[in-house]
């Protein structure tokens, strides 16, 4: 596979359920994030990894887990969300950290619905 | 106010068209600029780099405006399939992230 995978490709799920998401990508990239994206709205930065290091964490709750065990895999921890986390969520990589100097490659989403 | 601003749209155009549109930063000392495509349900994707200068991919073209703080992009001849919605992306200098726009929606018409 090429570029930047992201499993599943959709999910609902009830409040108390447990789940995860998962990214990997192909490109050899050190720079992994997680956005939210909801309808008619700009993505939202959550969660940034640099070579397997969060470096941010852009006060998102603590419902939401990430997990980078690599600089190849990115995981999105969900437990007892709320219905208006329901959105498309982005898996992204980039070379570096630096990612407001260099193109950003994303992967398909994940289209979660919470009820 | 907002990060990056954007015309939602929807700029409906025939084939063959020219269409413009603008989105404006709030940072003045954001470095890089970015157009990203996104066709609907799926990822964004890198369109084109916005350089000082200005600058040109076929029948594309953006331009940067410093001192207004907004860059643009044209799309010339419009095909069917340039039906999308165009994200403005901006760096934040402070941390080096990407800021998005909520994007502008073009639809063209045959």
């Known amino acids: 596979e090429t570029g930047v995978t992201q499993t599943p490709r959709h999910l609902v799920m009830g409040m108390t359920n447990k789940k995860s998401l998962k990214c990997e990508q192909h490109?050899?990239?050190?720079?992994m994030y997680w956005y939210k994206q909801s309808a008619k709205k700009p993505l939202e930065l959550m969660f940034v990894?640099?070579?397997?290091?969060?470096?941010e964490n852009n006060s998102v709750p603590s419902r939401f887990s990430p997990e980078c065990p690599n600089s190849s895999h990115l995981f999105l921890h969900l437990h007892t969300l709320q219905p208006e986390d329901s959105a498309l969520y982005l898996c992204?990589?980039?070379?570096?950290?630096?990612?407001?100097?260099?193109?950003?490659?994303f992967g398909p989403g994940t289209r979660l619905t919470v009820l | 106010r907002k990060e990056v601003e954007q015309d939602p749209g929807p700029f409906n155009v025939p084939e063959g068209a020219t269409v413009a549109f603008n989105c404006t930063y709030s940072n003045s000392a954001s470095q890089s600029f970015f157009w990203y495509r996104q066709d609907c349900r799926k990822e964004p994707k890198l369109l084109m780099s916005v350089y000082s200068s200005g600058n040109e991919d076929g029948r594309f073209t953006a331009q940067l405006n410093r001192a207004s703080q907004y860059i643009s992009l044209l799309i010339r001849d419009s095909k069917l399939s340039d039906s999308a919605t165009y994200l403005c992306v901006v760096n934040r200098p402070d941390d080096y992230k990407l800021s998005f726009g909520a994007g502008t929606t073009v639809t063209v018409r045959a």
């Open positions: 992204a990589s980039s070379q570096d950290g630096s990612g407001g100097l260099g193109e950003q490659f």
């Open positions: 990894y640099n070579f397997k290091e969060q470096t």
């Open positions: 490109l050899g990239h050190n720079a």
